[in-house]
């Protein structure tokens, strides 16, 4: 509901404008210009990518301020999809050396298993849709294919997470019979799939709906369901199961 011009409770602060950096040192900048300062009165939600970089990062490079590192360090990479996803497989980046990539790369992963924790503590996913945030953290920001799965007990509470197959940007080869043997090591009664476009489009391919069914029957031989396949996009993930595409004879 959007308030009239007389609806008093419309009166709302303007929003906090970031400051124009300067190639200054940060404690030299007034107070309420600084990441850390900024972080600390108004939330991680209020910084930019090259803010919430900086602050990680500690310190800038010679003769460049912790913003304005940032800034070029994301230039470089081509993103922060692609900062984050390949940080340690990057070329040299001026400012950006082996501590630096480190306390990405471990920034990363205590967020990957923070959300691994968040899935762990549910009682049960009786929707798939539960595990749609963590699978999209694991896989978005891949410029590469990767088909995963997320193992499940009888009472559909998660047991493992598990990267099974890596291809191209075009597409990766999946093997019912290593899928079948994942979740036989696993000893899971049910299974979510996963897998992401690079390409950012979350729309499912034939191909996709058929690997789905063939998995589908094969894993029912050995009394182990599976109860959705996400593909991961730009956006939420796409599921097959909301879609109703996990039947055979089901068009796209």
Known sequence: MKPGPDDTSAVREAPIAPPTYRSQPIR?????????????????????DAELLAVLLGSGSAGSDAVTTARSILSRAGGLGRLLSEAG???PISGFGPVKRARLMVALELARRALSEGLVDLPR????????QYLRARLVHLRHEVFACLFLDTRHRVLAYEELFRGTIDG???????????????????????????SGVAEPSAADLDITRTLIDALA??????????????GEP???????????????
């Open 28 to 48: 030299s900048w007034a107070t309420h210009e600084r990441p850390r300062e900024r972080l600390y009165a108004h939330g991680a939600s209020a910084l930019s």
């Open 89 to 91: 497989e990057l070329p």
């Open 125 to 132: 996913i009786d929707n798939p849709r539960d595990s749609a």
């Open 172 to 198: 990766a080869s999946v093997y019912p019979r290593e899928v079948v043997r994942a979740c036989l090591r696993h000893h899971a009664s049910a299974v979510i799939l996963a897998h992401n476009h690079p």
């Open 221 to 234: 031989l050995m009394d182990i369901r599976v109860l959705d396949h996400l593909i991961v996009g730009h």
């Open 238 to 252: 796409v599921s097959l199961a909301e879609r109703g595409l996990m039947q055979r004879n089901v068009p796209l």
